[in-house]
């Protein structure tokens, strides 16, 4: 086996041309190969590559792993936490919050105010800059503000703001646009979705802040890091004692925090749709590519004899095919391997831009690329080896010829039935019974086909379901949940007569107060921190819903929880819970779940208004008001609000959705819009081959057809006509393995941010069937072409 | 019994060549071929591998286009026709019969004469068709429960029965044993003397000339002559 071109055996010279010949084949093999390794490897290295940016961020602009607050604490107290076991640092600093003048805008813009003390660059939660400078000591006027904020605004370097900060009208120079790892996202008090237009951060220095709240040698929030691995809860309870005498409001960890929460949320979230859908996509496109490496080799079968006939032995033949196969599957693996690190960098870039992180970190999982490949490879190579085996396993002489003309059989039906059947199978055409005998004999054949197109459906309705439940998500939330157009909170919580003057505001049609408060809830071992929302019991604009979408009322006694919180906690309707308010006299009471409220963002706590002031002590207040709002006066309503001072903020129903558009949503749509392009390319890939080995194994009877007379046309219809009841056939199943698919998505992607609705509007099934269908019609199309070229004469002499 | 030259001429002939490949690599497959055919009588085409048989019979039964050269059937030009054309020729005017029988595994006997029934203008019945060539107790069977001889006189049922001009035969006995092959020939014997098909055939085998009206020789591309037999045999006569 030497000196002959290319120093290549003649059989690897086969080989070659082989693929060469079945190039058409061999890319769509390595297509659905690539698909699926390259969603596999995509999912696993945008979320290692997020959690890992994260991570650094962080870590390089220290964020705090403990907060606190208080009223006045000494510094004193900051310096004995910092001595607490486990501490490494504590840091204090003087928050605030100042209403911003904003030309051209109507609702009350806030800020949150917090400290920076240029004199201790090493303090934790340090501002990244990202243009302009840091404040310098001694400026008193000097602020930075953040950058989703200032891009809302179009703020810059030099501009002026005018705030008033307790009571104070002052002008802040604005010298530095930052980042920082605790406000990735800035959410207002009493909000459940970040405004950039309506509340940002403003960094501004602890001297000035210091004199403004009257706070020299003091502090009202602590920020704390600790050792890795320390035991939060002693750290926890030491703060708080140590807190309790100034007005300390109990300290909460990263999870209780807003930002991080958010932001742990939407990398989860990315994390669960990694963790279900790519393998779903890589096992599917595993199976396709061994049933089609299986039909391949079937059709090699003379060629195989051949070989058997010149003496090469079965390891020989069997190892030939292997590295014909392992060539075709390993292009497809590498390219999805490649594919997938670079669409994971580019995606990662996206979430990076999309999350503001001043840096990446790019993190290609070496081990997930090796497992999606590898189950790639071993998948075709097994097709393979079964359809090898089966092959080598014949005498050349039998081998070398085509199977005997597979046995077909009349199949007789009893009774009325039979004699049904055969009138109707009377009536059908020659290519028609041609059609329907093929299906009935290669049923395992015409399943694995059709079990393809299914997946192909599937899938696509698997990803794209995402849109209708979604809709239906922010429908319920926004629209059937919560019908105020705009929900006010309080600077502190107020008598009810406070209503009064919100209802006699322009364009207030209906105004319903509530009262939320800080809580942890227990059960058994489990505990959470939650907003106990306590509604009127007649509460008609915040409803929380059942399972039906139908308000459920508010009980009397008791709490109702989020189903999901009730998951978190352990606890059904009926089981008891602990509930430690943290705020005032702290109440603690064992409340009694009369409910569980099908919610789909959050995890929210519920109860009546009344009942919840009696725990507080007595006094009939509210924190806010949610409000029903006259469209036409709306700017109106929200001018006038801004000016009034006994209001913290203000939520408007409408950018809450908006915003949650652009962040939850959109964050997921990134997604689930590469998924569905890699459904597309399987379903192309399968449906491709599909057609393709049909004509292949069927060449010989379609020519005959073609010499006895048969146009094009009605030897196309064989053909094509198979595919189309097969097609048919995996459209309906299809769309239930594909609700299928979408009922294990949502129940493995459920997270505390945000639970999806298992919806799937007809439209979706109606769109996946139709990009099937079109890619069916596409395939059929290059099949009908092949099938044009057909060697008439060829026919006349190959043997049977 | 339908014999002799006097006949209308099915095909005429002329000049025909058949190139393939260009250049060095060309092979001349016809050299210019001048013949007729005539309505109803047997033609066998002998002469060795290459010599252009198979390729003037392909181009007789619109499979194959003649690099220059005309082929008129009846009127018509068939070296005219596009393949569209030639698709219609062979539908309403040819029947092929083919070494390896080619008949289609899901159908049976029956329905495999149907395929071609259901597309023909004036056909025989399946049954009468499979009668012809004695099969008319096998209607039922598919080809995977006959035997080659029975599946290959299916295929001559199959070819006659839209009652075509013209069968065309392309090694019908090739795969056959002596005694099965003739009863092959016998069915396409007796098609040929009850429906006056016009048949051309094929043969490496010189024994069956026999059967034929006439006999010409291919060699080189050209007719190397052309044989009339005065009477012809009966198939049971014939014997390899």
């Known amino acids: 086996m030497s000196g002959r071109g290319l120093g290549l055996a003649a059989i690897d010279r086969k080989m070659l041309r082989d693929l060469w010949r079945m190039r058409g084949q061999a890319v769509a093999i390595a297509l659905v190969a690539a698909a699926g390794v390259a969603m596999y490897v995509m999912a696993a290295g945008t979320f290692a590559s997020l959690s890992a940016t994260r991570d650094a961020y962080y870590d390089r602009y220290r964020m705090p792993d403990i907060f606190a607050g208080a009223v006045r604490a000494p510094e004193s107290a900051a310096r004995e936490i910092a001595l607490l076991s486990g501490v490494l640092r504590a ?145 926890f309870a030491g703060v708080d004692r140590i807190l309790a005498p100034f007005g300390g409001v109990s300290a909460y960890g990263r999870t209780d925090h807003m930002s991080d929460a958010f932001l742990a949320a939407e990398i989860d979230g990315l994390e669960a749709m990694g963790k279900v859908v790519p393998p779903i996509f890589l096992a599917v496109a595993a199976f396709l590519v061994n049933i089609v490496m299986s039909r391949l080799i079937q059709t090699e079968r003379e060629r195989i004899g051949l070989f058997k006939a010149f003496g090469y032995t079965n390891r020989a033949i069997g190892f030939h095919y292997l590295k014909l196969v392992s060539v075709i599957t390993a292009a497809g693996a590498l390219l999805g391997m490649a594919g997938g690190s670079w669409l994971g960098r580019a995606v990662t870039e996206i979430y990076g831009e999309f999350f503001s992180f001043p840096f990446l970190l790019f993190r290609p999982n070496l081990s997930t690329m090796i497992i999606a490949a590898g189950v790639t490879l071993a998948a075709g190579c097994l097709g393979t080896v079964s359809a090898i085996r089966r092959a080598v396993l014949l005498p050349p002489a039998e081998a070398m010829i085509p199977p005997t003309p597979p046995r077909y059989r009349q199949i007789s039906l009893p009774g009325a039935i039979g004699r049904m059947a055969g009138f109707l199978s009377n009536k059908l055409s020659q290519p028609t ?165 099908d919610d789909y963002i959050g995890t929210s706590a519920y109860m009546d208004i009344a009942s919840l002031n009696r725990a507080m002590g007595h006094v009939t207040l509210i924190s806010g008001a949610n409000i029903l709002l006259d469209p036409v006066d709306e700017p109106m309503f929200f001018q006038t609000v801004r000016d009034m001072p006994f209001i913290a903020g203000v939520q408007s129903n409408s950018v809450a959705l908006a915003m949650f558009r652009a962040t939850m949503a959109e964050n997921l749509f990134i997604t689930i819009f590469f998924y569905i392009a ?61 609700y299928l698919f979408a009922t294990g998505i ?53 043997r049977e | ?91 309403a005017h040819v029947g092929f019969v083919f ?7 899901s159908l049976t006997a029956t329905e495999n004469v149907d395929l071609v029934t259901e597309i023909s203008d004036h056909p025989l019945t399946a049954t009468h068709a499979l009668d012809l060539v004695g099969l008319g107790d096998r209607a039922d069977h598919f080809p995977a429960q006959l035997s080659g001889g029975e599946q290959q006189r299916v295929a001559v049922a199959r070819a006659i029965a839209k009652q075509p001009d013209i069968l065309l035969c392309d090694e019908p006995t090739g795969a056959l044993d002596s005694e099965t092959g003739i009863l092959v020939l016998g069915a396409i014997d007796r098609v040929n003397r009850e429906l006056g098909t016009t048949t051309v055939l094929i043969t490496h085998n010189a024994a069956i000339s026999g059967m034929a009206d006439r006999v010409i020789s291919f060699a080189d591309g050209r007719v190397a002559g052309i044989e009339t037999n005065g009477s012809r045999l009966p198939v049971q006569e014939l014997s390899w």
């Open chain 1, 91 to 235: 840091d204090s600093r003087i928050v605030g919050q100042a209403t911003l003048d904003m030309v051209g805008v109507d609702e009350p813009v806030l800020a949150r105010l917090v400290s920076w003390d240029p004199s201790k660059p090493e303090n934790l939660g340090r501002p990244y800059l990202r243009a302009g400078r840091l404040i310098a000591p001694g400026r008193p006027d000097e602020g930075m503000v953040s950058e989703n904020f200032a891009t809302a605004h179009g703020l810059a370097p030099g501009d002026k703001l005018v705030a008033t900060i307790n009571g104070q009208r002052r002008t802040i120079d604005i010298v530095g646009i930052v980042l920082s790892p605790e406000f990735v996202y800035a959410i207002a008090p009493g909000a459940i979705m970040p405004d950039n237009r309506l509340y940002g951060i403003i960094w501004l220095a602890r001297l000035s802040l210091a004199a403004t709240y009257d706070l020299q040698g003091a502090f009202n929030e602590l920020a704390v890091s600790v050792i890795p691995d320390a035991d939060q809860r002693e750290i």
């Open chain 1, 433 to 597: 019974r041609m059609i329907g005998r093929q299906l009935l004999r290669a049923w395992g054949r015409g399943a694995a086909t059709c079990v393809g197109i299914s997946l192909s459906v599937a899938m696509l309705v698997s990803t794209m379901f995402f849109f209708d439940a979604i809709e239906v998500l922010i429908d319920t939330q926004f629209q059937v949940g919560q019908r105020q157009d705009v929900s006010v909170t309080f600077v502190e919580a107020t008598r009810p007569d406070a209503l009064w003057s919100l209802e006699r505001l322009p364009g207030v049609m209906k105004a319903e107060g509530f009262r939320a408060v800080p809580a942890s809830v227990s059960a058994g071992r489990f505990s959470r921190n939650v907003s106990i929302i306590g509604l009127p019991a007649q509460s008609q604009l915040q409803r929380p819903l059942d399972r039906r979408l139908m308000p459920i009322a508010i009980p009397e006694r008791g709490i109702l929880l989020s189903a999901k919180l009730g998951e978190l906690l352990g606890v059904g309707v009926g089981d008891t819970i602990s509930v430690e308010v943290k705020l005032g006299a702290r109440p603690q009471m064992e409340l009694r779940v009369t409910a569980l409220a």
């Open chain 1, 678 to 738: 890699f459904a597309a390319i399987i379903a192309v890939g399968i449906v491709y081959n599909a057609a393709r080995i049909s004509l292949s194994e069927r060449a010989r009877e379609l020519a005959t057809l073609r010499v006895l007379g048969f146009s094009r046309g009605e030897v196309s219809y064989i053909l094509l006509g198979e595919l189309a009841v097969l097609t048919v056939i995996a459209m309906p199943l299809g769309c239930g393995l594909g």
């Open chain 1, 746 to 798: 949502i129940e493995l992607y459920r997270t505390d941010l945000m639970r999806i609705p298992l919806i799937v509007n007809e439209s979706t099934y109606a769109v996946s069937m139709l990009i099937v269908l079109i890619v069916t019609a596409l395939s059929g199309l290059l099949v009908r072409r092949q099938i044009d070229q057909l060697d008439l004469v060829a026919v006349l002499k190959t």
């Open chain 2, 1 to 91: 019994m339908k014999t002799g030259h006097d006949k209308m001429a099915a095909f005429r002939v002329r000049g025909l060549t058949k190139v393939y490949g260009d250049g060095d690599l060309a092979v001349q497959a016809l050299r210019g071929v001048d013949l007729e055919l005539y309505d109803g009588e047997i033609v066998v085409l002998v002469g060795p591998s290459g010599s252009g048989k198979s390729t003037f019979l392909n181009i007789l039964g619109g499979l194959d286009h003649p690099t220059s050269g005309k082929v008129f059937f009846r009127d018509s030009e068939l070296t005219g026709f596009d393949d569209k054309g030639l698709t219609g020729f062979r539908r």
């Open chain 2, 99 to 105: 070494q390896f029988y080619n008949l289609i595994s």
